[in-house]
């Protein structure tokens, strides 16, 4: 199964948010931390953005934030925000299976959509082994529960 880039890199970054939550974090840090381009990773702050997940503010103490709790974003309304398929999708230009195929990939499909829908960022930064969670991203910041 392919993940694009795209869709790892946002689960990514969200999951960075959320171990920074409820602070914010400059997205040139993210960056570095999470080794993306700025632009690219701007992108996909703006996908999640307008998706309702992330909040942003301008200035010395601003930064970007998750909009709600970690425990609160499905990991499907990620993929959902980047313009990520939750089901399987065929080969460009070919034709699903049907008959005993096709039921596979429908199942597979229903399967991925609901362990997408009930695992959370929360799950994701809990489930983190040791040494995986970033220490640099626990700096005291503006809450962002100030923002408007």
Same mark, same amino acid.
């Given at each position: 199964?392919?993940?694009?880039?795209?869709?790892?890199?946002?689960?990514?970054a969200?999951?960075? /948010? #959320? %171990? =920074?939550w409820p602070?914010l974090v400059? +997205?040139?840090e &993210?960056? !570095?931390?999470?080794?993306?381009?700025l632009?690219?990773?701007?992108?996909?702050?703006?996908?999640?953005r307008?998706?309702?997940?992330?909040?942003?503010?301008r200035?010395?103490?601003g930064?970007y934030? /998750? #909009? %709600? =709790?970690p425990?609160?974003?499905?990991? +499907?309304?990620i &993929?959902t !925000?980047v313009?990520?398929?939750?089901?399987?999708?065929?080969?460009p230009?070919?034709?699903?299976?049907?008959?005993q195929i096709?039921?596979?990939?429908?199942?597979?499909?229903?399967a991925?959509?609901d362990?997408?829908? =009930?695992?959370t960022?929360?799950?994701?930064?809990?489930?983190?082994?040791?040494?995986?969670?970033d220490?640099?991203?626990?700096?005291?910041?503006?809450?962002?529960?100030r923002?408007?």
């Amino acid at each position: 199964m392919f993940i694009p880039a795209r869709t790892d890199n946002a689960v990514r970054a969200s999951a960075a /948010l #959320a %171990r =920074a939550w409820p602070d914010l974090v400059k +997205a040139g840090e &993210l960056s !570095a931390r999470e080794g993306l381009p700025l632009q690219f990773l701007e992108n996909i702050l703006a996908d999640l953005r307008k998706g309702g997940l992330v909040c942003s503010r301008r200035g010395f103490h601003g930064g970007y934030g /998750l #909009a %709600r =709790a970690p425990d609160q974003i499905a990991l +499907a309304e990620i &993929l959902t !925000a980047v313009g990520s398929p939750l089901v399987v999708t065929g080969m460009p230009g070919a034709a699903l299976e049907r008959g005993q195929i096709g039921a596979l990939w429908a199942e597979l499909s229903t399967a991925m959509r609901d362990f997408l829908h =009930a695992r959370t960022l929360a799950d994701l930064i809990v489930d983190a082994p040791p040494g995986d969670v970033d220490t640099a991203s626990t700096r005291v910041r503006p809450r962002h529960d100030r923002i408007p």
